[in-house]
């Protein structure tokens, strides 16, 4: 049996408006009256009962998570011998703390540098696999005026956001734009400017705004930060060494694993099956919309895959990914270094 509760209050107009991983990211407070609403009080971590695992997400139900949902709807967790509880996130609902001090099994973050982060601070934790394989951060131009490679940024207009403006900067100087030929207009995550032309480019994810604007009927062309050098993995699954050192929370740990792979290889083959099971399960009640959730999923598919040769399957941290993970973190003043990535939990 799979478990999952959702957050009140929280729409289809605030989704499309910040459902962008960043605002994931700035999500820090505490997550416990969250897990009071869900019943889940008995939740958590290496005190759970035999095959009692939870899994705290970083933001709401949506086609981010479809390959967990899928495993959850089709009985993948249950063949493993698990009973899964599905915690969501959103704003005011931190990820981290919850992990760290073991009040769940595992959990998802939007980007490595909050595990990183928390790791420097003397948390003992370990990033055991990466949902997309892929950054989907990517500048947003509108199609009959795009943005198709770095050097176009400059005499433009862009808006940003807060959360993104240091590492867009970094990005700009990294490919030998002149930032002084550069305009920044702070923005939302709402992509309504550049709808209105009012900026010229947006910085964004490739499944989040473009899918919102098409669906509005307005064309756009996505340019990845990950095709000109400043590609780290994201939606992060992590756990506590704690956890990774008991030997039945471990096993518990590497079933997930296992299940939730399958998950996702099964929504990425029938990816219409995967949007269903998010609107009947989860996210009729957020006010999600099918047509936005098959967009998404088709749209950050490719994220999931990544762009390696795919021989290790799913969630695979290659020797690759993790330096170039640890390059583009380090140029925005995260420290870290290899020991925070292990793919024991992939059969690493």
């Known amino acids: 049996m799979t478990h999952t509760c959702t957050p009140p209050g929280l729409g289809r107009r605030s ?37 009692r695992f939870t899994v705290k997400l970083a933001w709401i139900p949506n086609a981010e998570y479809a390959g967990i949902f899928i495993g959850a709807e089709d009985g993948l967790y249950t063949k493993q011998g698990l009973d899964v509880e599905i915690l969501p996130g959103g704003p005011n609902s931190a990820v981290v703390p919850m992990v760290t001090t073991d009040r769940v099994d595992l959990g998802i973050e939007a980007i490595p540098e909050n595990v990183a982060t928390a790791v420097a601070r003397g948390g003992k934790l370990k990033i055991v696999g990466a949902g997309l394989l892929k950054s989907p951060e990517s500048w947003i131009s509108l199609a009959d005026r795009p943005v198709r490679n770095p050097k176009e940024i400059e005499g433009r207009k862009l808006g940003i956001t807060l959360a993104g403006k240091n590492t867009a900067l970094v990005f700009m100087k990294r490919n030998g734009v002149d930032v002084s030929k550069v305009k920044l207009v702070p923005i939302q995550f709402d992509p309504a400017p550049l709808a209105a032309r009012e900026v010229d480019a947006i910085w964004g994810f490739a499944s989040n705004q473009p899918v919102s604007l098409a669906l509005r009927g307005v064309k756009t062309h996505v340019m990845p930060l990950a095709d000109f050098g400043f590609n780290r993995m994201q939606s992060v699954f992590f756990a506590s060494q704690k956890t990774l050192d008991d030997p039945a929370a471990r096993e518990r740990a590497r079933k997930f694993m296992t299940a939730s792979r399958l998950g996702w290889e099964a929504a990425l083959r029938d990816q219409k099956h995967a949007a269903d099971v998010i609107i009947k399960r989860y996210g009729a009640k957020l006010g999600l919309k099918l047509d936005e959730q098959a967009a998404s999923l088709a749209a950050i598919a490719p994220y999931v895959k990544g762009d390696g040769d795919g021989s290790k399957g799913l ?26 990535f292990t793919n024991e939990l992939l059969g690493g």
């Open 15 to 51: 989704f499309l408006r910040v459902a962008g991983r960043g605002a994931a990211v700035a999500a820090t407070a505490s997550a416990v009256p969250w897990l009071a609403a869900c019943g889940s009080s008995t939740a958590g971590g290496n005190g759970s009962g035999k095959g």
């Open 315 to 340: 969630f695979w941290m290659s020797d690759a990914l993790i330096e170039e993970t640890i390059t583009s973190l380090t140029s925005i003043g995260i420290k870290l270094d290899r020991s925070l």
